[in-house]
């Protein structure tokens, strides 16, 4: 009897052993991959040209003004830390139009655009109603209402976010989502990016949204006076001239002279009032006497004594066709 009780332990005590050394020691080959986090814009990280709505939009500064109009406290809540998020993750910076405007304005003086004076340029709304669409529920609505359009960038003077839905993530997802696209940002169709068409609490920024933001800010908000087109022709010793200076820069320029040379020589100034950015000015002269005689070619030359993008594209020069 005890010999049979003595079996029994040990064969109890080895069918042990076996389940712990089949449960805590593996056999066979265990392989691991990179989890598919991809976070950028695009699935395939190709670029930057569909980031946005148009390429290079911006606003004309780096310092952005915004003004909430009548929004819950939890909607305005998350407004105001979408706005730190980005700050943190950027070289932006966003203000109060109602606080900091006036202050704004006693430092920069006269640099200070009228559109910054007059207006803020991101305005917050909110809206309590259930919307749909497609039978999704909408959570907001954002981007730029008004834009000049530019060879170097597109400028955003003014954009609009309505918060329809409060965030129910950790971060506001919904309010970031709708600033970007007052910042210009195009829907992504990387299902792990905040600006994904559907919000998921998991979706994060990435790199590359960040990196652009500082990239196209990094640009100092200059004027920059260029020469759209021009065109000469002469009368014997009198010049007919067209000529067309564009305004491409962040801001409006300062006055300006336009000079003209024969060769070397001076021909005429003409005073060049403020041009707003985006704007041009066409200028036409009739019989202007040229003193010189057998030169080979006429210099346009914009003499601007403030900073600009761009100097290289302040001169023109027209030769004689053969």
């Given at each position: ?27 066979g ?13 695009s699935l ?17 500064d ?22 730190e ?52 529920f ?19 003077l ?39 068409p ?53 801001r409006?320029?300062?006055k ?67």
């Open positions: 009897m005890g010999l049979k009780i003595l079996l029994s332990f040990i064969f109890i005590l080895f069918v042990v052993v076996l389940l712990v050394f089949y449960w805590f020691i593996p056999f080959t265990i392989e691991f991959n990179v989890a598919p986090n991809n976070y950028n814009f395939n990280a190709s670029g930057t040209e569909n980031m946005q709505f148009y390429k290079n939009m911006r606003y004309p780096s310092e952005i003004s915004y003004k909430i109009y009548d929004c819950p406290l939890q909607k305005e809540n998350d407004m105001l830390e979408a706005f998020i980005i700050s943190s993750n950027t070289i932006l910076e966003f203000y109060s139009f109602d606080s900091d405007t006036e202050n704004k304005e006693s430092f920069l003086g006269e640099n200070l655009s009228e559109q910054e004076i007059s207006t803020e340029e991101i305005s917050v709304t909110c809206d309590s109603e259930v919307k749909i669409e497609d039978k999704m909408i959570a907001g609505e954002g981007g730029p209402t008004e834009v000049i359009g530019g060879e170097i960038f597109n400028i955003i003014h954009g609009k976010i309505l918060l329809i839905k409060e965030s129910a993530c950790e971060r506001p997802n919904v309010a970031i989502h709708e600033l970007l696209h007052a910042l210009g940002f195009n829907h992504s169709s990387n299902p792990n990016n905040i600006m994904y559907f919000s998921k609490c998991r979706q994060t920024i990435g790199e590359d949204i960040p990196i652009l933001i500082n990239q196209l800010y990094s640009v100092p908000s200059y004027s920059d006076l260029a020469f759209e087109n021009v065109s000469a022709v002469m009368h014997g010793r009198y010049l007919d001239a067209n000529v067309s200076i564009r305004n491409d820069g962040l409006d320029s300062e300006a002279k336009l000079e003209i040379y024969a060769d070397d020589s001076f021909v005429k100034e003409i005073d060049l009032d403020i041009i707003k950015m985006g704007y041009k000015k066409i200028i036409k002269l009739s019989n202007v006497w040229i003193k010189k005689t057998n030169f080979q070619e006429l210099e346009f030359f914009i003499n601007s004594s403030f900073n600009e993008l761009e100097k290289k594209n302040n001169k023109i020069v027209l030769k004689i066709k053969e």
